[in-house]
């Protein structure tokens, strides 16, 4: 709440209220503020709860969904923008890798009604397979990005995003990261203004992007660009703060609050938008002092484009291009470049950690389907989702996992250089869903001998639990047509499908051993809802009777965290106990149990 | 009172915060514990009361895999301005923990000359925990003692919090009590706590939380009063006869049927190029004798011999 500056739609709403909301939250109340009429994303960590919110406003002022990958929800977001309205996508950092098709050639096209597109990053790898820069997407489609430094500038930057985008006939970024799209902090919230839809815009000069038109349109996108400068230079977005001469910081989003805290007198120039650059307020920020350091988080974007003003600039030598920043990173980069004391060692008692990462939950469908995996010996192509889970101790049932969908695509890959164990690629429902369907049609077209274990779970777990094709259900909850799994894989040419009870641990393993068994593309769809989400599911806990059991440890393969070591022992080995309170009674680890002294704990007598 | 809730007796002597200075300094309150446990909930109540009280307020936590097990931990930073949402090394007021593993993992996060530390005693024993099969293998979990924790903070407190919220019949009310807790240390006044927590809990759970509330207030105002209770020795680690384990395969016996490769634990047994079983990996064999009593030949016996045993051989 330290803005001293208002995007323009805001004056358009004056009632002011103030809430405490996350980035994210803030981001889907601006949307909703700014009269977006579609909304549409993929969900994705952190950026997920944006449209999860925006499926909280009233249905009349907006249609929000959940597409089943980032390149669809934003040609849904670009479809609406032709159609007039204003219009918003949101995806993390990745999945702006999907989109990136549509996004190059849209910036090109720009807009009728307004279009924003957010993307969270995720700097220090929170949830995610990299963290990769989306500003150097911004730079690459000469697209504008605003980074906002904190909820209330979340909430702005949104709102003004639209402004610019309709008032620059271009689509803008809005750049999040993940501390930002999670931290709560109190915001100034207003009403919503209905911005009236603009009516479709007959123009295919500007709207078929064939290489006339294409070669024109470039031209037009780099006189966008220049145009932004000036305007992001005159902004007051462009906050330059006066303070101590010898050094100046230029910053940006996130890494804004970590300079004050650090370096409360500062002289500062922060950006509100890190692509296109102000040229000339930059060249006059940094001559007016004697240092200039750029402290922004992954790669030297700005700290380059001030290098190649020919202006001395010190940036990456002092503050680390991997990983996320908080003020200790700031000032030890602080320190190192002789600005600031070393602080005192805090001489810490550092306790031996608990090693503690995410594991499957007790009773997760997906444990038995890498069990059965496991055990069949195959090379295991993987996928993204709470199954990634997997490939830890003691399941270890996953080779490789490379982005969302590659796992069929690699399974081929594997099949045709010959490797030479069975071969099994293993894929959640959303993820099949999102990017598994091109990849199976491509094993059954180059007639690949992989078996592909469909983990059918009914939701989109990792991401926490949100509706998707197969659910029979839409964002906000209303019915929709489901997927039939089944019927869409034989339709894709697949011969061998097969669906089993992912809880039935025998019939799983006879499953895959014929899937693999069989010559070409084999599906198993490995079915049981997830425990967690969209409810959550409890049944009667089991029991092991201690004295019964020779401590084995096969139960402990399964890795359910309900399942742990008692304090007793038998011949050296820990005996097992279960949690009550964590059980939720998918009864797998009674069916390992070679002794078979799991039951149900203190059973009703039963007539 | 327990084993580890002497530390509460050991050093509980300060006053709650007063906030009346007006906090040109942030105050800043870490909560943490393991996914499914209500940190977040935790963080809720306390933003929620600082912002009433017209503190800027930021609360941040990282969430996405936590849900599943995973450590959880959030950032509450209020006063009259705050600019970083992350509280940094030994820069936390208050660490409240809801599991003790995750409360020691974050000690060096709190001030070492005036920081309050309040922890349940709560063991939540992750899978990764009981990985090593070699016999006679301890639990990989946090082995501080009461007494190191005392040493290092300033103000410590180990509650249980969960067995109390499992006597009022309501474990998930733990963090409640532990909000209780925090609240004799924070100067927000009983009414306001009340009202915020209320407000933050399902409308049925209402009773159940306030008493929760009050149990975790009172447990520590007592704490604070009680004397040291006297150094139990620690209790001895059972010792364990050391065993090793040896298989002996009769290769004529073996009709290649695989069960023992199959369901073998460690997966330490294959089928060689004759297609019998052969011990591969025998320094992960357990010596459980699962493949004894499976082998439906008879074709391996497992040997448990004690080092004694084992040395008496030797000579
Ligand atoms: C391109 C891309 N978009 C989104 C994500 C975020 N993400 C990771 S896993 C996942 C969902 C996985 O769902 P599913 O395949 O059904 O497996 P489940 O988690 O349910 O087991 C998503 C959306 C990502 N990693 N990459
Ligand atoms: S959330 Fe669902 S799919 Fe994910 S680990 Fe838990 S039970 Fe399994
Ligand atoms: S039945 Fe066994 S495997 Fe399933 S949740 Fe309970 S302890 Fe875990
Ligand atoms: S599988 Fe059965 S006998 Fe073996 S350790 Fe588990 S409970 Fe005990
Ligand atoms: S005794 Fe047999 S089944 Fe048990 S771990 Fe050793 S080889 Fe495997």
Redesign the interface.
């Known amino acids: 709440m330290h803005t001293p500056w208002q995007a323009a739609t805001a004056l358009k709403s004056d009632a002011k209220e103030l809430r405490p909301l996350t980035g994210n939250e803030a981001i889907a109340r601006a949307a909703w503020e700014a009269g977006v009429r579609v909304a549409a994303a993929y969900p994705g960590t952190p950026s997920t709860e944006i449209l999860e919110n925006l499926g909280t406003y009233p249905a009349e002022d907006l249609h929000a969904q959940w597409s089943t990958n980032e390149k669809v929800a934003l040609d849904v977001a670009i479809g609406a923008s032709f159609a007039g309205s204003r219009a918003l996508c949101a995806m993390k950092h990745v999945g702006l890798n999907v989109a990136a098709d549509a996004l190059m050639s849209f910036a090109y096209i720009g807009v009728n009604g307004g279009l924003v597109l957010i993307v969270c990053d995720d700097p220090g790898i929170h949830s995610s397979q990299n963290e990769q820069d989306s500003r150097i997407y911004a730079q690459l489609a000469t697209l504008p990005v605003l980074e906002p430094s904190d909820a209330q500038e979340a909430y702005e930057f949104t709102k003004l995003a639209f402004d610019i985008s309709e008032e620059f006939d271009t689509p803008v970024i809005v750049r999040s990261t993940t501390r930002l799209s999670h931290t709560r902090s109190t915001v100034s919230v207003g009403l919503r203004c209905e911005v009236p839809p603009r009516v479709f815009l007959e123009k295919p000069s500007k709207n078929v992007m064939i290489p006339a038109h294409a070669r024109a349109r470039h031209l037009v996108v780099l006189e966008r660009e220049a145009k932004l400068k000036e305007y992001f230079a005159a902004s007051a977005i462009s906050q330059w703060e006066a303070g101590d001469k010898s050094f100046g910081i230029v910053t940006a989003g996130t890494c804004y609050p970590y300079v004050r805290e650090v370096l409360p007198n500062a002289t500062v120039l922060k950006l509100g938008a890190s692509w296109p650059l102000p040229e000339q307020l930059l060249r006059d920020f940094c001559a007016s002092v004697e240092r200039v350091f750029v402290v922004e988080e992954l790669e030297p974007i700005i700290e380059k484009e001030i290098a190649s003003l020919g202006i001395k600039v010190e940036g990456k030598r002092f503050f680390p291009r991997a990983g996320e920043f908080s003020p200790e990173v700031v000032r030890g980069g602080l320190v190192q470049a002789g600005i600031l004391p070393a602080p005192p060692s805090l001489n810490a008692w550092v306790p031996e950690p608990v090693v503690r990462p995410p594991v499957l939950c007790a009773g997760c469908p997906h444990t038995s389907s890498f069990m059965a995996v496991r055990a069949s010996g195959a090379r295991v192509a993987g996928d993204i989702g709470c199954y990634t889970l997997a490939v830890l101790d003691p399941l270890r049932g996953i080779d490789t996992c490379v982005s969302m969908g590659s796992s069929i695509g690699n399974a081929v890959g594997m099949a045709k250089a010959g490797e030479p164990k069975p071969i099994v690629a293993t894929i959640g429902d959303s993820t099949f869903l999102h990017a598994g369907i091109p990849a199976l049609i491509d094993a059954v077209y180059n007639q690949a001998d992989i078996a592909v274990m469909l983990l059918d779970n009914h939701i989109t777990a990792m991401t926490g639990g949100q509706e998707h094709p197969g659910t029979g259900k839409t964002l906000r909850g209303d019915p929709a047509p489901q997927i039939n799994y089944e019927a869409l894989i034989r339709a894709c040419g697949v011969q061998w499908v097969k669906t089993v009870d992912s809880y039935d641990l025998a019939a799983t393993h006879q499953a895959l051993r014929e899937a693999i068994a069989y010559r070409g593309v084999a599906v198993l769809i490995s079915n049981r809802p997830c425990v967690l989400d969209p409810i959550k599911i409890k049944g009667p806990p089991l029991e092991i009777n201690a004295s019964e059991c020779t401590a084995c440890q096969s139960c402990m393969n399964l890795g359910c965290p309900a399942l742990t070591w008692s304090d007793e022992w038998f011949e050296g080995r820990h005996r097992i106990k279960i949690d009550p309170a964590l059980c939720i009674g998918c009864t797998l680890c009674a069916q390992v149990c070679t002794i078979d002294c799991i039951k149900i704990a203190s059973s009703p007598v039963t007539p | 009172m327990n084993e580890q809730s002497k530390i509460a007796a050991l050093n509980a002597d300060s006053e709650p915060v007063a906030f009346n200075a007006a906090l040109a300094e942030p105050f800043n309150v870490l909560i943490v514990g393991?996914?499914g446990q209500g940190v977040i909930m935790v963080s809720?109540v306390l933003?929620?009361l600082a912002?009433a009280h017209g503190f800027?307020?930021?609360?941040?936590?990282?969430?996405?895999?936590?849900?599943?097990?995973?450590?959880v931990f959030s950032h509450v930073r209020f006063g009259q301005?705050?600019?970083?949402?992350?509280i940094?090394?030994?820069e936390a007021d208050v660490l409240i923990a809801l599991e003790w593993?995750?409360g020691?993992?974050w000690?060096?996060h709190l001030k070492?000359d005036t920081g309050v530390f309040i922890c349940d005693t709560k063991r939540i024993?992750?899978?990764?925990?009981?990985?090593n099969?070699k016999?006679?293998a301890k639990?990989?979990?946090?082995?501080?003692t009461a007494e190191?924790v005392s040493a290092?903070v300033s103000e410590a407190y180990a509650i249980d919090a969960t067995r109390m919220a499992e006597e009022l019949g309501n474990?998930r009310a733990a963090n409640v009590v532990l909000l209780g807790a925090l609240s004799t240390v924070l100067e927000f006044s009983l009414p306001e706590w009340e009202k915020t927590v209320t407000s933050f809990v399902p409308k049925k759970t209402i009773a159940v939380n306030t008493a929760a509330f009050e149990l975790g207030r009172n447990w520590i105002v007592e704490a604070k009063t009680a004397t040291p209770a006297d150094d139990a020795a620690a209790k001895a680690a059972?010792v364990?006869?050391?065993?090793s384990a040896r298989l002996e395969i009769t290769d004529a016996w073996c009709k290649s049927c695989e069960i023992c490769v199959?369901?073998c634990?460690?997966r330490c047994l294959t089928l060689n190029a004759d297609r019998i079983a052969t011990m591969t990996a025998p320094e992960k064999c357990?010596?459980?004798?699962?493949c004894e009593?499976?082998c439906p030949d008879f074709a391996i016996r497992v040997h448990?011999d004690t080092e004694a045993a084992v040395m008496e051989a030797a000579r």
């Open positions: 393991v996914g809720k933003a929620a912002q800027e307020v930021k609360q941040s936590e990282v969430h996405g895999m936590a849900k599943r097990g995973g450590a301005r705050v600019w970083s949402p992350t940094a090394k030994g593993a995750e020691l993992r000690l060096p070492r024993v992750p899978p990764f925990a009981c990985l099969r016999l006679g639990m990989r979990y946090s082995t501080e190191q290092y474990d059972p364990h006869a050391h065993y199959k369901l634990p460690e357990t010596g459980c004798r699962l009593w499976l448990l």
